[in-house]
């Protein structure tokens, strides 16, 4: 049973390094606990407001206090063994969660700590940096699927970042490498990248590399110049891959100048000559955005509904078709 | 602790060896509670890929992400074919909710994390690369909880790669200080081990150096 215990103003409940395993629950009173700060050495004070647990960190994690608990003021409060504390939050899963909250907090905070002392660029404010410089490293060192992942990543989340283009050009070269079975992980990669037809490598670099140097163009917003770059491997037609990936981004570009009309064809045509083509949801988003565009509300409303039964529920198109439902439906 | 997760079924997801699950700095919203195979978790820090940490079936990764809505921590890269459930940021409450007994062991889990982390910061904080270096060598003898308390002779199973990555330093300076302390007759180097012939004179040598810092 968990106990009850008071402790007079000034008194101690546990020493920082001693090895104790009680969970403390403060009902009144005042507590305070001292540590020095782990990068500075500075004394600190933590007060622990009425209604909270501490020492759970340690007694759970059986390793030695890292702070002293000093009472300020009369304390109240209630001490449970591990098994004890486990029964009370086990029945109150809130607690546990709140503690996680906190808990995943601190360790975020230290990890910063321990990359702050590591790295003294300015990477690891920014996560767009970050994500790239990750893609940087690996393909550094020459771990070319891990590469590919991360860069390919970057343009997802920041297809117009400050390292876009640099990232393309990267994925180009990370994908030579793969293919031409070059890296310590190639496996991997082939696996990881879309099933390739087998082709020479020559014919296979070149039109990846107007791919990607298409889908740069289109980044930096020069939409026409993008459009005859992905016509153009279409027309070749020398690797299946990527004839299907600029049938989609011909779509993309044909749509970002506004030739809506063109975009409901091309992609109607790409729907019907490619069922399985695997970025058919986001060209039927395209298409309702098209006749949204063009006020036919009822059409794009068919296309987005279309959508929700294609696409799983969390897919982030699933998530923009039901928004532009939603703001449709708000007029 | 037996938990029947076979009505979770449906969220099982899976990874071929050297895939990246996720990767460093990406917004994430999605956890995993692995089944089978290893996981390795790695961080860039400059021009040195740290491994925090290996993660093996029963443990849960990308937890953080989803408790506080935060870009990726580290990057997560599957050793083997792994196999695991893959939770979003819904049915993350929803599996704790239903399933304290794996909430309670992530809260346990993320108390040996913080502490983990709080010892190899400390390491870090030593400005003399010789002190660092025989820091980790106290880290890692702490963990080793089938030592002789009595023994000042220690036994490492640990490569020099990995003592550079816990240091903060890059192989080639750690070697230096390794050879420097195998000069001294402090340690023994071999292909496969490291021996620390008094592990107490690392002790006494790093809280010197530590004393001297916060003076």
């Known amino acids: 049973m968990p106990k009850a215990a008071a402790y007079k103003s000034n008194s101690i409940v546990y020493f920082k390094g001693d090895n104790n395993d009680k969970v403390f629950l403060l009902k009144s009173g005042k507590v305070s606990m001292k540590y020095n700060d782990i990068e500075t050495g500075q004394e600190m004070y933590d007060l622990i407001q009425t209604g909270e647990f501490f020492g759970v960190k340690s007694a759970l994690g059986k390793y030695p206090r890292e702070e002293t608990a000093v009472v300020l003021q009369d304390a109240n409060m209630i001490v449970f063994t591990v098994p004890e504390f486990e029964q009370v939050v086990l029945n109150n899963t809130r607690i546990i969660m ?14 910063k700590q321990v990359q702050d002392v590591l790295s003294t660029d300015e990477q690891s404010d920014n996560s767009e940096a970050g994500l790239f410089g990750v893609g940087e490293y690996y393909l550094k060192s020459k771990r070319y699927a891990q590469a590919l992942y991360a860069f390919r990543r970057y343009l997802t989340y920041y297809p117009s970042g400050a390292f876009a283009q640099q990232a393309l050009l990267n ?19 082939a696996s990881a990248a879309a099933p390739a037809p087998r082709q020479s490598e020559e014919e296979m670099s070149g039109a990846a590399q107007r791919f990607y140097n298409g889908v740069s163009l289109f980044s930096q917003q020069k939409y026409n110049d993008a459009l005859a770059e992905f016509k153009a491997i279409i027309t070749e037609g020398q690797d299946a891959e990527y004839v299907a990936k600029s049938l989609f981004e011909v779509g993309r570009c044909l749509y970002a100048v506004g030739e809506l009309d063109k975009c409901i064809g091309h992609y109607t045509t790409m729907i019907q000559r490619y069922p399985k083509h695997p970025d058919i949801v986001e ?16 059409k794009a409303m068919g296309f987005y509904k279309k959508i929700l039964s294609m696409a799983p529920e969390d897919a982030p198109v699933s998530r923009k078709a039901r928004k532009a439902i939603g703001a449709l439906e708000g007029k | 602790m037996a938990l029947d997760l076979s009505m979770l079924n449906r969220f099982a997801v899976t990874f071929q060896k050297n895939d990246i699950m996720f990767c460093e700095h990406e917004p994430g919203d999605t956890c995993y509670l692995i089944q089978t195979g290893r996981i390795q978790i790695v961080k860039i820090m400059g021009d040195i890929e740290k491994i925090i940490d290996i993660l093996y079936p029963g443990e849960i990764l990308g937890e953080m992400a989803i408790l506080e809505e935060a870009p990726r921590s ?14 979003n940021r ?43 270096v025989a820091d980790v060598f ?5 963990t080793q909880t089938n030592a002789d308390p009595n023994k000042d002779e220690r ?19 750690c070697r230096q200080v390794l050879n420097h302390f195998a000069s001294q007759r402090r340690i023994e180097i071999y292909p496969d081990k490291i021996v620390v012939k008094n592990i107490n004179d690392f002790a006494r040598f790093v809280s010197s150096k530590r004393k001297s810092k916060v003076e």
């Open chain 1, 98 to 111: 709140k503690m996680l909250k906190v808990f995943s907090n601190q360790l975020r905070r230290i990890h």
């Open chain 1, 171 to 189: 994925i180009g070269a990370a994908e030579r490498f793969v293919k031409s079975g070059g890296g310590q992980q190639a496996a991997a990669g």
């Open chain 1, 283 to 298: 060209a039927l988003f395209y298409v309702g955005s098209c006749y949204e565009k063009k006020g036919d509300a009822g």
């Open chain 2, 74 to 87: 580290a990057t997560a890269i599957a050793l083997d074919k792994v196999t695991a459930l893959e939770f």
């Open chain 2, 90 to 132: 819904e049915n993350f409450d929803v599996l704790m909710q239903g399933n304290p007994q794996i909430a309670f062991k992530l809260l346990k889990l993320f108390t040996k994390r913080i502490y983990d982390q709080k010892r190899r910061f400390m390491i870090l904080t030593l400005d003399d690369v010789q002190a660092r």
């Open chain 2, 138 to 142: 106290l880290m890692l003898a702490e």
């Open chain 2, 155 to 173: 036994t490492f199973n640990t490569t020099i790669d990995d003592i550079a990555h816990w240091a903060g330093m890059t192989t080639d300076n």
